[in-house]
């Protein structure tokens, strides 16, 4: 048993499963992969689709995890920077084959499409 978090774990894979499930977290990843600082409101620019709320919520998530940092500067207003830690970054090679495979599905799925209604 693997425990963090106060959870247990049976294996890692499922601890990493754990680490990394959440709607947008994989996306939040690419775009710190693409861009590497960023602040809430240029993610929001990145990803119109987040409601403010649940995007808030899935950067604390990857910071508690580890795999962020969040830098607030003292000033008025106050400016907070977000970016990738270095295991946070060791996901580089895992997102772009998720990307990849995406892309790939998709062309697959959009051939399926087609034949069936033909």
């Not at 959440?22 to 996306?27: A, F, L, Q, T």
């Not at 998530?61 to 830690?85: A, G």
């Amino acid at each position: 048993m693997y425990q963090y978090h106060e959870k247990e774990f049976t294996n890692t894979k499922d601890l990493a499963m754990h680490v990394l499930s959440g709607k947008y977290k994989i996306v939040l990843i690419w775009c710190f992969l693409q861009q590497p600082i960023l602040r809430l409101s240029e993610i929001e620019k990145m990803l119109p689709d987040i409601n403010q709320r649940m995007l808030i919520r899935q950067l604390r998530e990857l910071e508690s995890n580890h795999l962020l940092t969040r830098k607030v500067y003292p000033v008025v207003p106050p400016k907070v920077e977000y970016q990738l830690t270095e295991i946070g970054r060791e996901l580089s090679t895992i997102v772009q084959h998720i990307c990849d495979w995406g892309d790939h599905y998709y062309e697959v799925v959009a051939d399926l499409s087609t034949d069936i209604a033909d």
